[in-house]
């Protein structure tokens, strides 16, 4: 499937409407696009010409990868010595771990910056989503962010999705339903 324009047109519209009061959604007030992976380049130049885009329509829109603060959540675990099968089965379920895992700690060095950005009505725009996995959910990610007070949120999301829920690489997000506007 490639690069779609009149969807991520819609996904623009939509972010829009959700600025402006008028997407009621399913609960959060994102707007989320899911994308083959393959397309991630045309994803990032699309992205990239986005806030200049809301910018014409009066929106002040701030785009943000979520992979460096995977990685600055990773810091920690960088010189762990992994001896034996054990090591890594224990690696990866703290890892996996909703809370105190890979998405709580990504969540810890995000939240505030997002949370600053928004002060002042800045729409947030998640990319570079994929440095989650296989660790972390991007519902989960998403629902933490929301309890941490950040709202208005696009998400260009390297998956697809089904009814409400998303898929990463063909494997179903386990968290459940997604709880905000998919655009299809």
């Not at 130049?45 to 600055?72: F, M, Q, T, Y």
């Not at 809370?99 to 947030?124: C, H, S, Y």
Request: glycine content about 10%.
């Amino acid at each position: 499937m490639p690069w779609d324009d009149a969807r991520f047109d819609r996904f623009v519209e939509a972010l829009t409407r959700l600025c402006r009061g008028e997407l009621a959604g399913y609960g959060y007030p994102q707007v989320i696009l899911p994308y083959p992976p393959s397309e991630e380049m045309a994803c990032i130049e699309a992205v990239r010409a986005l806030p200049n885009r809301l910018h014409g329509v009066g929106i002040a829109c701030d785009v943000v990868p979520v992979a460096p603060s995977v990685a600055g959540a990773l810091k920690r675990h960088a010189g762990r010595i992994l001896e034996d099968q054990d090591d890594y089965r224990r690696l990866e379920a703290g890892l996996s771990e909703p809370v105190n895992g890979l998405v709580g700690r990504t969540v810890e060095v995000l939240a505030p910056e997002l949370t600053a950005k928004q002060a002042d009505g800045r729409l947030i725009v998640l990319c570079r989503l994929g440095a989650l996995y296989p660790f972390g959910h991007v519902s989960a990610l998403l629902d933490q962010l929301y309890r941490k007070g950040v709202r208005n949120m696009g998400v260009v999301y390297p998956g697809t999705a089904e009814g409400t829920s998303l898929k990463f690489l063909g494997r179903l997000d386990p968290t459940g339903a997604y709880r905000g506007h998919i655009v299809t």
